[in-house]
Nanobody, 117 residues
């Protein structure tokens, strides 16, 4: 069965950096679009960044120029490099694997990112 396991979250000061990783197993990683979502307390979960099977990327306006998503199909892993972190980046970050046909979505358990001095 499909499994996504996030790691790399933690506490960081404003202006700092973190690198999140998501290790996938149990499905054909390379054919799925991979994404990172985040959810802050009392707010809805939304897409931060995604990377398609061909490597094209998409970012939320709030993170453009600061975050970089990448994937290593040989390691079945997707990464999110987060630089110039701000307190408003504080949230639980979730890894997602999505496919249109057949419609399929897998989620990780989430990793907490806290940006605070």
């Amino acid at each position: 069965q499909a499994q996504l396991v996030e790691s790399g979250g933690g506490l960081v000061q404003p202006g700092g950096s973190l690198r999140l990783s998501c290790a996938a197993s149990g499905y054909i990683f390379s054919i799925y679009t991979m994404g990172w979502y985040r959810q802050a307390p009392g707010k809805q979960r939304y897409l931060v960044a995604s990377i398609a099977r061909g490597g094209s990327t998409n970012y939320a306006d709030s993170v453009k120029g600061r975050f970089t998503i990448s994937r290593d199909n040989a390691k079945n892993t997707v990464y999110l490099q987060m630089n110039s972190l701000k307190p408003e980046d504080t949230a639980i970050y979730y890894c997602n694997a999505a496919r249109s046909f057949p419609p399929t979505n897998y989620w990780g358990q989430g990793t907490q990112v806290t940006v605070s001095s």
